[in-house]
């Protein structure tokens, strides 16, 4: 069946550090979006990338789709606190989108 | 708008019960879809409706599971006689087509005991 693997499942760094998570999925993904959830939240739709080799950023968040559709990866450059949580990726395989294992990211001040 | 709304917010019940959860999604949403949270794990897809109609089921959906759309608008899912293993966040999402983006609820939060 579908599977759609996170790694690393924790990372902490030092404000200011830049961060990324990595997506690989067992199968050819159609699409895959980014979702982020914070602590005791849940998921927030961040962005979706279509195209194979795909690029988008949002402010300091830079997503991209593997040339193959079959990984992503989730780049965030100087990180804040604002930005803890955990981050994950959803790839859609027929009709519904299965999510990763997630990212559990940690900002020291 | 007030986006997807779930209740109750947290429900504990004694093993052997049954419980039920509704979902209300935004209202130009078609697409209304329930997922099972554990700690730690992402959410796991357990069924969707395109409108009133039930289109998918994950295997995870034992027959102890059922949802509802009715009207296609707001949702129900119910457990039947449940287990310890069902405690989880149920979180319910909705979309306007199958490549969009999804706006979760809350979730509800069941508790076995």
């Known amino acids: 069946g579908q599977q759609v693997m996170q790694i690393p499942q924790y990372q902490h760094v030092q404000e200011g550090e830049d961060f990324t998570t990595y997506c690989n999925s067992s199968?050819?993904?159609?699409?895959i979006q980014w979702y982020k959830q914070r602590p005791g939240g849940h998921p927030v739709f961040l962005i979706q990338l279509v195209k194979s080799g795909e690029v988008k950023k949002q402010k300091r968040l830079t997503f991209q789709f593997g040339e193959a559709k079959k990984n992503s990866s989730l780049h965030i450059t100087a990180t804040q606190t604002t930005d803890v949580g955990t981050y994950f990726c959803?790839?859609?395989?027929?009709?519904?989108?299965?999510f990763g294992t997630g990212t559990s990211l940690t900002v020291i001040p | 708008d007030t986006g997807v709304s779930q209740n109750p917010r947290h429900k504990i019940t004694k093993r052997g019960q049954n419980v039920t959860f509704r979902c209300d999604p935004i209202?130009?949403?078609?697409?209304l879809y329930w997922y099972r949270q554990t700690l730690g794990q992402g959410p796991e897809f357990l069924t969707y409706f395109q409108n009133e109609a039930q289109l998918e089921k994950s295997r995870l959906l034992s027959d102890r599971f059922s949802a509802e759309r009715p009207k296609g608008s707001f949702s129900t899912l119910e457990i039947q006689r449940t287990e310890q293993g069902d405690s989880a966040m149920y979180l319910c999402?909705?979309?306007?087509?199958?490549?969009?983006?999804?706006?979760f609820g809350s979730g509800t939060r069941l508790t076995v005991v």
């Open positions: 959803a790839g859609l395989t027929g009709n519904q989108f299965y």
């Open positions: 999402a909705s979309s306007t087509g199958r490549v969009s983006g999804y706006t």
């Open positions: 209202s130009e949403h078609n697409r």
């Open positions: 199968t050819t993904l159609s699409n």
